[in-house]
């Protein structure tokens, strides 16, 4: 079965960078695309970004573009987020997703278990 | 970017209950509208494609309609597990954008 497994939790400090990452199983990691999507503490989600895991190539939230870098390596079946100058409001749960597909609808169908960045001082 | 409103913010209801909660995209973003469940401390879980068609394994309870900018979640009889919060997804854009949620509390 599918299964994306995060790292752990991150402590960082405002003006640091965080690297979360996602391991894939249970499918064959380049036929689909990966997203991130975060949810600060007990707000809503928001979409960070896409990266296709056969080309490399990414979209990012304009939101977030300028400090958020989506890479994956093939050879582990690995996807990578890096968030650089962190402040308190990028405290949050950050979570993979690997999408899903019928025809032209596109849909987020797997989920990592999350990763807790806390930015504090 | 596109955006989703979703209404209500919250709900309480009962168990046996039929709930409504509605998504608003800014756009038409024809039937490119993908529903979600999450309970506390856990992932979204996937419900609904397309406006309406659920994901396998999903209890037939649930149903999805709409199209253009107008859209609804239904659940036609509550079930104690179904106490979550719901948000909409739209996959028109390249750029994916969710509704704020609605709170499904108990009654």
């Known amino acids: 079965q599918v299964q994306l497994v995060q790292s752990g939790a991150e402590v960082k400090k405002p003006g640091a960078s965080v690297k979360v990452s996602c391991k894939a199983s249970g499918y064959t990691f380049t036929t689909y695309g990966l997203s991130w999507v975060r949810q600060a503490p007990g707000q809503g989600l928001e979409w960070m970004g896409w990266?296709?895991?056969?080309?490399?190539?990414?979209r990012y939230s304009l939101n977030l573009q300028g400090r958020v870098t989506m890479t994956t390596d093939t050879s582990t079946k690995t996807a990578y987020m890096e968030l650089r100058s962190l402040r308190s409001d990028d405290t949050a749960v950050y979570y993979c997703?690997?999408?899903?597909?019928?025809?032209?609808?596109?849909?987020?169908?797997?989920w990592g278990q999350g990763t807790l960045v806390t930015v504090s001082s | 970017d596109i955006q989703m409103t979703q209404s209500p913010s919250s709900l309480s209801a009962s168990v046996g209950d039929r709930v409504t909660i509605t998504c608003r995209a800014s756009q038409t973003i024809n039937t490119y509208l993908n529903w979600y469940q999450q309970k506390p401390g856990k992932a979204p879980k996937f419900l609904i494609y397309g406006a309406s068609t659920l994901q396998s394994g999903v209890p037939a309870r649930f149903s999805g309609s709409g199209s253009g900018t107008d859209f609804t979640l239904t659940i036609s009889s509550l079930q104690p597990e179904d106490f979550a919060t719901y948000y909409c997804q739209q996959s028109y854009s390249d750029f994916r954008t969710f509704g704020q949620g609605t709170r499904v509390e108990i009654k």
């Open positions: 997703v690997r999408e899903g597909q019928n025809g032209d609808y596109v849909f987020f169908q797997h």
């Open positions: 990266i296709s895991a056969y080309y490399g190539n990414t």
